[in-house]
Each structure stands twice: as C-alpha cells, then as structure tokens.
C-alpha cells in the first residue's frame, strides 16, 4: 500500500474514487436532498450577479451562465466532487506524495471538513464556486512550482482566477507555500536561493492580486456596479485607521491559539461565561 504509484492516471483514479467515497459518506444527502436551509433559502435561483461583482467575485456570473441559474443539488454536488478530485490529485503531486494510503488521507481532509459540510447545508448554490477556487488555488501554487515561465504566467492567471471566484482560497496558496518552504529547507539551500525563491512566490502573488484588482475595475466600471461597503465588502480594504496593525496581528494569533486548545464544536452555547459544547 505504501508503494508509490507511478502513473498519473492510476493517481487520479484512485484520488477521484476516494473523493467520491469521502463525500457520500459525509455529503451524500446533497444528491438527492432539496431541503434548503441558511442562505439557500434565498437562492433557489441565482440571480445575485451584481452584488457578486461588488464583493469582488467577478467571476462566479459567468459559473452561473455556465451552470444555470436554479439551484440543483444533484448538478452542483457533481461539479464539487469534481473539482476537489482533481485538487486531492494535484496536492499529493504537490507535496510528492504518491502511494494509496495518502492520496486516500488527503482526499479525507479535502472533503470532511467543518467547510464543506457548511457549505453543503447552508450555503449550498455557492459549494461548486467554492470548489473551484479552492482548485485553482492549488493549481495556481503547482504551476508556479514547475519553475517554467509558462507555467509561472499559468500559474498567475489561476491565482488571480480563484481571486475572482472566491477571495479566501487564496489562503490556502499562501499555505502551499509554506508547506514546499518546509520541504525546500530539507535540502540545505543556500541563503541566496532561498531568497530568490521567496521574491519568486512574493512576485507572482502579486502580480496575481494586482491581474484580479484591475480586472475587477473594469467590470466594475462596464457593468456600473459599486463597491459594497457593508457585509463581506472590501470598500475598507487596507485601511487600518480605526485599528492598531499590531493588535490586529496579536488578536489574528491568539484566536488560532485560542482554537487550538480550545476548540469549538458546530454549536457552542456560553452561559454565565461557561461554554456548553453541543455536539
């Protein structure tokens, strides 16, 4: 079982099967369940284009072109189990990671997770979206790590696709980063090339934010759509007046740190500074 597999194919046969098992056992209602809950409620059919672009995500219109407007279950459980397939392939490629047992283990963390089953049941219309961000934000990360200039210009364009999709994946390419950072170190580089790999990620990063800003101004400014001030809006993006950028940095930690030793179930109820943990 710990043997690597060397053919690509028989890697993604066995990541989509995985996938596939993952996801029936943990999402399986969502083949066939059209109960509706949370924000579902609202979009039995989508029809929210503008408010879209003016959170950013310019391109989830165009996914609902492609999809169609009515909130399938069946259709959208699908395309998500397509998409995290091809990422559960692509991450144990990532990481070099080869053989049965892993790629299975992947495709576990990749599909039971406190994510995915919310956006399963409540957030339902947008699980195919946030699939595809998720992908191309591995992508994106395994393009640049290639090292070829096409693969590099690739890789930009799919970071600052999955920008337009879904801002938060973005996260998960910085954290891709980090993880071929740890196994880079393995190799003793010197100080120099370590360097020059971090202004290469630094770089691409960039030029992924400044492809998906621009694009998003044109839409923007075609289509006569505003920038949404209020809930998930970026109007204030960047603007730390009202804040101290070093207690923000010690809060952002200290909640990880919070989590880790005390973590939360689905529902938790504080009572009189007690917090009851229902399960």
């Known amino acids: 079982m710990l043997n690597k597999i060397q053919t690509p194919s028989k890697r993604l ?6 996938t596939l098992s993952f996801y029936i ?5 969502r083949l066939s369940n059209s109960m509706f809950s949370g924000d579902s409620l609202l979009m039995l059919h989508q029809n929210d284009s503008a408010w879209q672009i003016a959170l950013g995500r310019f ?17 959208i459980s699908v395309i998500s189990i397509f998409w995290l397939s091809l990422s559960v392939y692509l991450l144990t490629d990532f990481i070099e990671s080869t053989n049965i047992l892993s790629i299975t283990l992947i495709a576990a ?8 089953l919310s956006a399963n049941a409540t957030f339902l219309h947008n699980a195919d979206f946030y699939t595809f961000a998720l992908f191309l934000s591995i992508w994106g990360i395994w393009l640049i790590k290639k090292e070829r200039l ?12 999955s920008l337009g999709v879904y801002q938060s994946y973005i996260c998960v390419a910085i954290a891709l980063v980090m993880i071929h950072f740890l196994f880079f170190m393995l190799e003793c580089p010197t100080f120099k090339a370590t360097i020059k790999k971090l202004f290469k990620y630094g770089l691409c990063f960039i030029a992924a934010a400044a492809a998906y800003w621009i694009t998003w101004k044109i839409f923007q400014k075609i289509f006569g759509i505003w920038t949404a001030d209020t809930y998930n809006g970026m109007a204030s993006l960047g603007d730390y007046s009202d804040v101290s950028l070093l207690s923000a940095i010690g809060s952002a930690y200290n909640l990880v740190f919070d989590h880790f030793f005390q973590p939360d179930t689905f529902i938790t109820i504080p009572f009189r500074g007690i917090s009851l943990n229902v399960v």
């Open 13 to 18: 046969l066995i990541a989509i099967i995985a």
């Open 59 to 75: 391109v989830q219109p165009f996914l609902v072109m492609l999809r169609g407007g009515i909130v399938t279950p069946f259709l």
């Open 109 to 116: 963390v990749m599909v039971c997770n406190s994510t995915l």
């Open 150 to 161: 096409i693969n590099t210009i690739m890789g930009v364009l799919s970071l600052s696709i």
């Open 25 to 29: 056992m943990t999402n399986g209602y």
